[in-house]
């Protein structure tokens, strides 16, 4: 009896560990606000929350793998695509732009590179037909696998499409 209170305070004492470790992050009232060209390496594997450097800038020159300026087209887009992308999505822009750095990856890996902007485009609409706000990351590896799976683009688009639209019955 002892040991199972021992091992219940041990679990719990590691759940609120992690709760509190979990920060929330507000987003940026002003989209200049978050925009700072950071000068230290762009090697970085992922972008943190501690992290100076626009999402979108980052995330352009993840594409690129070179430094990229502010105002170059592809940050642009990618930004435009953050931007339309926060009433679908539950997590930050940071979060989106570290997920799709990742997604990118993987699909890259397969054969399969995707521009990052149009990517996100393409699950804000698959967003869009649940009609309700989604988890980007799953929705991710949703894509991912199918895509890794064999299906063709604009086929794992569909499927996903019509896989989300049925949340709207259960509302």
Partial sequence: MR????RTAVILAGVCA?????????????????IEVDARN???????????TEPALWLAQREAGAAVHERDAAVERIRSALL?????FLETDRMLANRT??????????????DFAQLINALVEVAAAAGQKQTYGELCQHYYNLR???AARDDALRMLAAR????????
């Fill in 3 to 6: 040991s199972g209170r021992l």
């Fill in 18 to 34: 992690l709760v509190a470790s979990c920060g929330e992050e507000r987003r940026s009232a002003e989209q200049d606000d978050a």
């Fill in 42 to 52: 762009k090697a970085d594997v992922w972008l943190r929350a501690t992290d100076h």
């Fill in 84 to 88: 339309s992308a926060r009433a679908h």
């Fill in 101 to 114: 750095a990742q997604i990118g990856q993987m699909l890259a890996a397969d054969g399969h590179a995707e």
């Fill in 148 to 150: 890794h799976s064999g």
């Fill in 164 to 171: 989300y639209r049925t949340q709207k019955q259960f509302r």
